[in-house]
């Protein structure tokens, strides 16, 4: 009876020490996987429940299409940029400055192999970020970090903030790795450029003096500007939304005079360049080419001609005006205008 | 054609323009007198209300006391150098009007003139976008550019009668700026130039949106001499623009030596020495050869352009210039407002506008706008090059900020009416019809024509109108085709300029003619019932309390608080100080007797706070709350932490599932107190967050008593308890009252009951 007590706390102790996770297994798991360890159901219970000397920050996403999580997609590299600062600085991923104190990174991607994990801590939405800090005795002694951040932003900053408070550890900086991709293409660009520029300079000062080719650039800015580009580049709108079935795509946001999807803004310029270059055709195509009739003394044609363009380009006006009003309609209810009105409905 | 036929042309033309302009300024004012005639004479919104209060000051004061006006009646304790803070151009103007009323007899009220101030401004803007116009195309462009500004909700939206603010006179003196302007640059004139920077003096006074001019008219004589198109009426027009209009400026209290040491400002005195350099190598041009020429520009251009930038760098880093300041950030990077300066991102104006705000406010001058800029660039005179910096640079702006919309108008209303004009100008064109020209006439003029065209391609483009008119003569099926093709185009132009009126009286009536001081609503009956809670409560604030009472509310109502109850405030619309705006976000969003001890060590007396979950008013406290929360967070990052008002899905929830933060802190206190009660079942529903409340939710208030409540419940006022009599902390003697009470109620059960003695 005493002798099996005994032998149970010996078992006990044993267990724990064995389970315990050394700062070694853990460098070793996460230089398998590449300075981030990947987490599934079946080694977390190994890695997150036991007495560690680590913080560990695991990483909850999922990155499979069907849940269309962009900002967990673009989070990602994010992740991977801190912890390889981290291991580029310390090979062994102990901080210099604390004795003995590590920190390393894990990540989990929902998946019928991780589901099980993400139920462990009743997560309902993704990008998560859990910390189990350094010194945690299980896999309840963790904590929650909130990045402040959103589509489109500069995560890097938001997460290195976020997960330096956590961990409070003072030698982790964060590097932003050199784009050589980007940095070929600029060279590359750049040296194409000054050769054009060097070999064509009359043919391109010519293009450049051209005004119609400035009146167009600057007309298609404006188009643009005024059809919500910059409301989408700020609040980095979605491109378009699902209906509340989900079960079908929605192109316009119904109701709402401010807040749009990004394809509005395309539906929108196109709308708008259709409208006015017909409008512009309507001042300068068709007098241009009635008069070019004229001079070859087809005054007949030029009649003809004139006549049908001019009834083309108004024809192309109102049929393009009624769909943006009814467009507009759509975005502010209860509008009472409407061009045109279906005659079978 | 006799003379004596032209001059009755003449004559029967300037009547009829006449006509339209009484017609343009009639439409002008009484779209704008909607909400005169719904509600009452009532000045809207929040800012007006400040510049309400300063006019009647300024009309009950000198003209020198009211710029040295020191303002102990808000930010409290800090009080505000009003006189030197504020742009007085739109007080001093009213103020103006109203003495020379009084002198001539007509004693007016100076509610009604500042109610009013807004539609009288809007004819003269129409006046000056028709002069503006006439200078680009012509006098017919002109006209429908007026008319187009007249009813532009884009204008209309900040020009309503009752909406007195900076903005309602600085329209207008923008379109007279710049017609100066143009005037000045196309004829070299000083007087015109002179008066150009007189009339911005004028807007420097009156909004600190000048800045705008300040850098745009730079810019178009910058482009213009980047394309080459340097001549000396250039130069004495913007060097006397720049000279008087900078020293003009500088008069300003508000402004001051901003002028010469901020970076807003910068781009026009560099201008100003590159026209200098220019006028100097146009000089020295016209002096040597072409060869040595280009060697002095090249290495002249080249020192200057370096010292001048490093010169910027040099004087910003010493600190002698002020860098660009953070609203103008916030144009060029997105993103900097959001992080570095949540004041200015909290405020909704300054939020980016989706495309249907475009349309709404413009309707089909909208789509008419690229293809008028489109159409400038094919003629390009220099007065064109300015339109088209302004319209590029300004759609930028407006995409970025909403308010900047209200700039962006008097472009598209001027470029949508050359457009319009244009077409106009063909397709209206009915003289084929009249034609009775002989065949052997128009052969002669043809054979000249032509002879003129071999020697003059360039005239080309801008004879051929005249050629369609007298080139030949058109059998009667060509006449017929082509008076079918000029009906059909002109009339359903003719429509859409229907609809534009009917557009823009829809929005003006529907969208912007509300006070939001007073909120119309519907009755059950369809009826119209007029909220006016927000006037109720200051009226009791006037009424029922000290003289010298002072109110926390968040800084939104400060200026109405000033101005109708006339009470002290902590923090109000003018923002100038973050750090007290955060101390009330500290107090709204802290626990209660750490809000209490807030607001006593602020002397504070009562707490208003707007609550809208009884009527569905979205604009109320608990929805700004997270800025409150986000501002204070900003200045004590370790005491108020944004992420415990979340729940720990994220959400930012007020019924059970809130986070005991949100409930513990006062603003929700204040707005849900005995909120549940008033409804049946003791569940009270969140109309505007669509949530339940219950009475377990909110907690009791022991530090705050509740002195008034508004009929829908939309404003309520809370008094701070005075000090406790026996000297206790107000948590604990409501505790023990509230255990006494209990006590209480025990011992009333343990009473033997009395039984009528018989």
Known sequence: MRLSTVFATFLVWYMSLVTAISNKRLLELSQKDGNVIKLNSKNYEKILNSPRKSDIVVFFTATATQFSCTLCLEMSPSFDVVANSWFSDHANGISKELENHGLFFAKSDFNAESKQLFSQFQLTSVPAFLVFKAGGKSINDVEKITVATELGANHLNFLADNIKNAVQIPDLFVYEPINWGACITTVVTVAIVTFVLVRYTSALLNVLTLRPLWGIACSFCITTLIAGAMFIKIRGSPFSGMSADRKSIVYFLEGQLQNQYAIESQIITVLYSVLASSFIGLICVVPYIQKWYQKKQHYGKAAIVNFSLALFFTAVIYIFYSALMAVFALKNTGYPFKLFKNPFK | ?758
């Open chain 2, 1 to 758: 054609m006799k003379q004596s036929t032209l001059l009755a042309l003449e004559g029967f033309q300037t009547v009829l323009k006449a006509l339209i302009f009484i017609a343009i300024f009639g439409v002008a004012i009484s779209s704008r007198l909607f909400s005169v005639i719904r509600f009452e004479s009532i000045i809207h919104e929040f800012d007006p209300w400040f510049n309400f209060r300063a006019t009647k000051y300024l009309v009950s004061h000198s003209f020198y006391e009211f710029l040295n006006w020191f303002d102990d009646r808000t930010w409290y304790p800090l009080g505000r150098v009003t006189g030197g803070t504020l742009y007085p151009g739109l007080m001093t103007t009213s103020g103006a009007i109203w003495h020379i009323l009084r002198k001539i007899g007509l004693p007016i009220d100076i509610r009604n003139i500042c109610v009013l101030f807004a539609p009288a401004f809007s004819g003269f803007t129409a006046w000056a976008t028709y002069e503006f116009t006439k200078e680009l195309k012509d006098s017919s462009a002109g006209l429908l550019a007026a008319a187009f500004m007249a009813i532009a909700p884009g204008y209309i939206s900040r020009s309503v009668a009752g909406s007195y603010d900076n903005e309602a006179i600085a329209i207008t003196l923008l379109m007279v700026t710049f017609m100066f302007w143009i005037k000045a640059q196309k004829t070299g004139s000083i007087l015109y130039s002179m008066l150009a920077a007189l009339f911005y003096f004028y807007m420097v006074s009156a909004w600190g949106g000048y800045v705008f001019i300040t850098n745009l008219i730079p810019l178009h004589v910058f482009i213009l001499i980047l394309m080459g198109r340097y001549q000396s009426k250039l130069y004495s027009a913007y060097t006397t623009w720049y000279a008087i209009g900078t020293l003009a400026s500088m008069q300003i209290p508000f402004v001051g030596f901003l002028p010469i040491r901020s970076n807003d400002h910068m781009a026009a005195l560099g201008v100003f020495g590159l026209i200098q350099i220019v006028a100097l190598g146009d000089y020295i041009k016209s002096q040597v050869s072409g060869e040595r020429f280009k060697v002095v520009m090249f290495i002249s251009l080249g020192l200057i352009i370096s010292i001048g930038i490093s010169g910027l760098f040099f004087l910003t880093y010493m600190g002698y210039i002020a860098p660009w300041t953070g609203r103008f950030y916030s144009l060029w990077d997105t993103n900097y407002a959001k992080i570095h300066i949540p004041i200015i991102a909290s405020v909704s104006e300054h939020q980016p506008p989706a495309w249907p705000s475009f349309f709404f406010d413009n309707q089909f001058l909208i789509w008419l706008f690229p293809a008028g800029v489109f159409l400038l660039f094919l003629e390009l005179k220099d007065e064109h090059v300015f339109v088209l910096a302004y319209s590029v640079l300004c759609s930028y702006f407006a995409g970025v900020m909403i308010r900047l919309m209200l700039t962006l108008t008097p472009i598209i209303c001027v470029t949508g009416a050359i457009a319009i004009s244009k077409l106009f100008d063909i397709y209206l064109d009915f003289s084929v019809a009249l034609s009775t020209k002989s065949p052997k006439d128009v052969k002669s003029v043809k054979l000249d024509k032509e002879k003129k065209e071999t020697s003059d391609l360039e005239q080309e483009d801008d004879d051929y109108e005249a050629e369609l008119v007298v080139d030949y003569e058109p059998s009667s099926k060509a006449r017929w085709f082509d008076i079918t093709a000029k009906a059909v185009v002109s009339s359903t132009f003719l429509m859409y300029l229907f609809l534009f009126v009917y557009h823009c009286t829809y929005v003006t009536s529907n969208f912007y003619s509300s006070p939001s001081v007073v909120m119309p609503s519907q009755n059950p009956d369809g009826s119209v019932a007029l909220i006016d809670d927000f006037r109720e409560a200051y009226y009791w604030l006037r009424m029922n309390t000290a003289e010298d009472a002072k109110v926390a509310a968040w800084w939104d109502y400060g200026y109405q608080i000033g101005g109708m109850a006339d009470r002290t405030t902590l923090v109000d619309n003018n923002t100038w100080n973050n750090t007290h705006i955060a101390i009330v976000g500290k107090a709204m969003s802290s626990p209660e007797e750490k809000a209490y001890e807030i607001l006593k060590a602020h002397d504070v007396d009562y707490v208003l706070v707007v609550f809208g979950g009884a009527l569905g008013y979205s604009g109320d406290d608990l929805n700004k709350f997270l800025w409150m929360v986000r501002i204070s967070e900003g200045i004590w990052p370790d005491e108020v932490k944004e992420r415990n008002f979340f729940t720990g899905r994220g959400e930012y929830r007020v019924d059970a599932d809130a986070t005991k933060t949100m409930k513990d802190s006062l603003m929700y206190k204040l707005s849900y107190h005995d909120f549940p009660s008033i409804y049946p079942n003791g569940v009270g529903h969140d109309r505007t967050r669509n949530q339940k409340i219950t009475n377990n939710e909110v907690g009791p208030l022991d530090y705050f008593e509740e002195v008034f409540t508004s009929e829908i419940l939309l404003v309520r006022i809370y008094k701070l308890k005075s000090p406790d009599s026996l000297g206790r902390d107000h948590g604990e003697a409501a505790k023990f009252d509230r255990n006494l009470q209990s006590g209480v109620k025990k011992r009333l059960v343990k009473k033997p009951e009395l039984e009528l003695r018989v």
